[in-house]
């Protein structure tokens, strides 16, 4: 038995079958590649607004000691208001 003669066709839709699977490879790399570009920024994003929070914290004035001045400035003022009178 002899094998079939293979078909001229046959190699040129093998080219073209593996070209197109050399660009879709490319195309999938590429993607990956962007991901992983956006993934580092976004987590350096991430980083740099937490340390700007964290600074954002600790300057900031606590609620309860500012209503506490303030009533006791208004509690000066009233008393010398009484007293002055």
């Given at each position: ?25 490319a ?7 962007l ?46 208001q009484?007293?002055?009178r």
């Amino acid at each position: 038995m002899t094998a079939e003669p293979e078909h001229p066709v046959v190699h040129g839709e093998l080219a073209e079958l593996r070209r197109r699977l050399d660009v879709a490879y490319a195309r999938v790399e590429g993607g990956l590649a962007l991901l992983n570009h956006r993934t580092e920024e976004t987590g350096k994003e991430v980083d740099d607004l937490t340390a700007r929070i964290s600074a954002l914290e600790h300057a900031r004035w606590p609620l309860p000691a500012v209503a506490a001045l303030t009533s006791l400035g208004a509690l000066v003022v009233t008393v010398w208001q009484v007293l002055g009178r």
